[in-house]
């Protein structure tokens, strides 16, 4: 069983992996939180699959939290790190000093001394960037100003551990802890080279490394690249990738600094590299998987030993830690005029220990600051609040936001209406913005609503005649003229706000006839389904447009081109609806997709085919016909 350690620990992960993760995403909680839960399944507390190796696990699985950081700092040129300066330096130093001073207080009015009191609340201030980056991201929420604003919070602590490091030996309490052995759930330090050194030496070491990494990365390391990119071999320019992460981690090891924070430096470094899309496709994989197992080594790591000796005082502890980190990072919020639903993103997403925290306790208990009496609990409590934030954020997103996530909007109250026109446009964006200005050019009058109070005040600003309100209440439809009206056009981005929308206006207004968008196939579909007529797939016009042009640039002759197009155009929109019909047979609709996909083919190839009569189709592009006939008259 020795020899087949390793399989046999490889092969549990795995299968708990593909096990809980699909079953996690069908059910709503996101991947974080399936691995999660299938680390406490696995672990000592759960099936006892897997037991104290699990620490080992981890110290490994931490790559994956080191690639990931890399991989943000490729994303990060550092002309827009700069332009982040005043969130990252701002909202991120304000949230770790007000966040410690609190935490150190309450660890200072229940006995501590000052310096263990400082390091807690120094260590419990930082929040997991590898939980909340991933659950943002898998939620589609990381480009919103909550998702950028807890980056900035996110990257600031990422940055901060540096000095933390540096502080923490000076906080060393005389008659050290550390002489006994480094409680459960804590790794070792290992040797570093700052080992031994007096306070200014090691601080300088520290810095030169860092500067040596950025000097590396901008002089070395390119060069380095742009050789091996030149024996066009893919798996030796993966196998430079993984040594350039693994050795700046090494490297950040030594020196008794972060490797996460080493390797998100050589990112931004190389992040106006021309490599920079090579790096990221060849690290991307391991990553994923490696985060995967994090993630599992952190559900299987929680001491519920500890947890059930001490219940209420885990429970309270973990409590007071979500309460105060939400209380801090919802008044910074407002400090920094964020809107309700941001802000309530941003404080719900960072309210937990990071997993730096297991590493800067371990720095603590041995450099003599904590003893394990205290380390062990707030490890423990760390661990339990890392798995409630994909909770907090479901919750959030599933109760909070959709009774209280509208209300600022919800505050102003809907324009009155003024004008009764043949055309209704409900929502003004991307989409409707076109249809819109179309009609104006054409001397069609519209009456246009919008429910977004930044795009109408913008709107009006341009000269556009754009009236506020949610155009899901059919009152506000009726006092914009529904009655009288001709056409509907459901132009929102929210497809299930497109649907309540068309199931009122049935409702109420079933004399008009309704336009509606659709964000793809599947929103067509729905659309179909309750029975509208005109349903438009806002990508397809374009990507239509775009093969056009690209046979035409392969030599294509345009009218081929565009009747090819036209050809296209009418099957898929017959195939819509034809498999509108079938779409929940699952079976059935891959066979009879799979046949239109077939005849449609067929179709093309030919039409294609020499001979064919060119004159019943509508594929004529009078203006390229010229310019090729121009063209071949001059050669």
Avoid at 297 to 311: H, K, M, T
Avoid at 474 to 488: D, S, V
Wanted: proline letters at 4%.
């Amino acid at each position: 069983m020795y020899g087949e350690g390793f399989f046999f620990q490889a092969f549990i992960y795995l299968a708990a992996a593909v096990i809980s993760v699909p079953i996690a995403k069908r059910l709503g909680l996101g991947s974080v939180l399936g691995y999660l839960i299938a680390g406490v399944a696995i672990g000592p507390f759960g099936l006892q699959l897997v037991g104290e190796e699990g620490e080992d696990v981890m110290h490994f699985a931490e790559f994956g939290v080191v690639m990931m950081l890399f991989l943000i700092g490729l994303e990060l040129q550092p002309s827009r790190l700069w332009r982040l300066r005043g969130p990252i330096i701002g909202m991120g130093g304000l949230q770790l000093g007000l966040t410690a001073a609190l935490i150190m207080a309450a660890g200072g009015a229940l006995g501590l001394p000052w310096q263990s009191a400082l390091a807690v609340g120094l260590v419990l201030a930082l929040s997991s960037t590898a939980i909340v980056l991933q659950t943002l991201s898998e939620k589609g929420l990381l480009k919103t100003d909550g998702g950028q604003s807890s980056f900035a919070v996110l990257l600031f602590q990422d940055i901060a551990v540096i000095p933390l490091l540096a502080l923490l030996p000076l906080l060393a309490v005389h008659g050290a802890f550390g002489s006994a052995a480094a409680p459960a759930g804590m790794g070792e330090h290992g040797s570093t080279w700052i080992e031994g050194l007096p306070g200014w030496a090691q601080t300088l070491l520290v810095l030169g490394s860092v500067v040596g990494l950025i000097l590396g990365g901008r002089f070395l390391i390119r060069p380095l690249f742009r050789a091996i990119a030149q024996t066009r071999l893919r798996e030796l320019f993966t196998a430079a990738a993984l040594l350039l992460v693994i050795g700046i981690a090494l490297l950040m090891t030594r020196v008794g600094l972060s490797p996460a924070l080493g390797t998100f430096l050589a990112g931004v470094v190389l992040a106006d590299s021309e490599y920079r899309h090579e790096l990221e496709a060849d690290i991307d994989p391991f990553k994923g998987l490696l985060l995967g197992l994090f993630f599992i080594a952190v559900g299987a790591s929680i001491d519920f030993r500890l947890v059930s000796s001490e219940p209420v005082l885990i429970g309270g502890l973990v409590c007071a830690l979500i309460i105060i980190k939400f209380g801090v990072l919802f008044v910074l919020g407002k400090f920094f005029k964020m809107g309700f639903d941001q802000n309530l993103l941003l404080a719900l997403s960072l309210a937990q220990g990071g997993e730096f925290a297991f590493v800067l306790f371990t720095f603590a208990y041995t450099d003599g600051i904590l003893p394990k009496e205290i380390t062990g609990p707030l490890i423990a409590v760390v661990a339990i609040s890392m798995p409630l934030t994909p909770l907090l954020m479901l919750l959030n997103e599933k109760l909070i936001q959709p009774r209280f996530g509208t209300r600022q909007n919800l505050e102003r109250e809907p324009d009155a209406i003024d004008e009764e026109n043949p055309v209704i446009i409900a929502g003004f964006g991307r989409f409707g913005n076109i249809v819109g200005r179309l009609l104006r050019a054409n001397g069609v009058r519209a009456t246009v609503l919008d429910f977004d109070s930044d795009n109408v005040e913008m709107l009006r600003k341009l000269g556009m005649k754009v009236f506020y309100g949610d155009a899901t209440r059919h009152e506000l439809l009726r006092a914009a003229g529904a009655e009288k009206a001709k056409l509907l056009i459901l132009a929102l981005d929210d497809p299930e706000k497109n649907l309540e929308m068309l199931q009122i206006a049935r409702k109420h207004f079933p004399h008009l006839t309704i336009l509606a968008r659709a964000n793809g196939r599947s929103d067509a579909y729905e659309l179909i389904e309750a029975g509208v007529n005109f349903v438009y797939r806002e990508t397809f016009d374009a990507s239509l447009r775009l093969g056009i042009e690209v046979l035409r640039l392969l030599g294509f002759p345009s009218y081929q081109a565009y009747r090819a197009s036209k050809t296209f155009r009418h099957h898929d929109e017959h195939a819509l609806r034809e498999l509108a019909t079938m779409r929940h047979d699952r079976k059935a609709y891959i066979s009879h997709a799979r046949e239109r996909i077939r005849d449609l083919e067929e179709i093309l190839q030919e039409e294609m085919q020499p001979g064919t009569d060119l004159k019943r189709d509508l594929g004529w592009d009078t203006t390229s016909l010229r310019e090729e006939f121009a063209s071949r008259h001059r050669k």
